[in-house]
């Protein structure tokens, strides 16, 4: 399996951006996925989840109210849309397949990532 994360850019504060994770390879469909992000200097964090059906999705704190994620599994792309940004989501943002763990929240239980998209939100 690999995922290609893409969509990232330099947008300002209050402004969108929507990421796209295109997945190759048979396993997708029927894998739970998720977003996490990594600013400089921090650790990686959990931003958004999402299950294999689409029917359930899990929001961190910091992003909720603000952020979407979605996906199509016809398409093989699980995508995040985000809407008022602020300067603190600056981030590189990775997409995961989930394969297990106790919660969406660890990157424990994720097994393939994307090689990241680079988000940056001016003030």
């Known amino acids: 399996v690999q995922l290609q994360a893409s969509g990232g850019g330099l947008v300002q504060a209050g402004g969108s951006l929507r990421l796209s994770c295109a997945a190759s390879?048979?396993?997708?469909?029927?894998?739970?996925m998720g977003w996490f992000r990594q600013a400089p200097g921090k650790e990686r964090e959990f931003v958004a989840g999402?299950?294999?059906?689409?029917?359930?999705?899990y929001y961190a704190d910091s992003v909720k109210g603000r952020f979407t994620i979605s996906r199509d599994n016809a398409k093989r792309t699980v995508y995040l849309q985000m809407n008022n940004l602020k300067p603190e989501d600056t981030a590189i943002y990775y997409c995961?397949?989930?394969?297990?763990?106790?919660?969406?929240?660890?990157?424990?239980?994720?097994?393939?990532w994307g090689q990241g998209t680079q988000v940056t939100v001016s003030s």
């Open positions: 999402i299950s294999w059906t689409g029917g359930s999705t």
């Open positions: 390879g048979r396993s997708f469909n029927n894998y739970n």
């Open positions: 995961a397949r989930r394969v297990g763990g106790s919660t969406w929240y660890s990157d424990v239980g994720y097994d393939y």
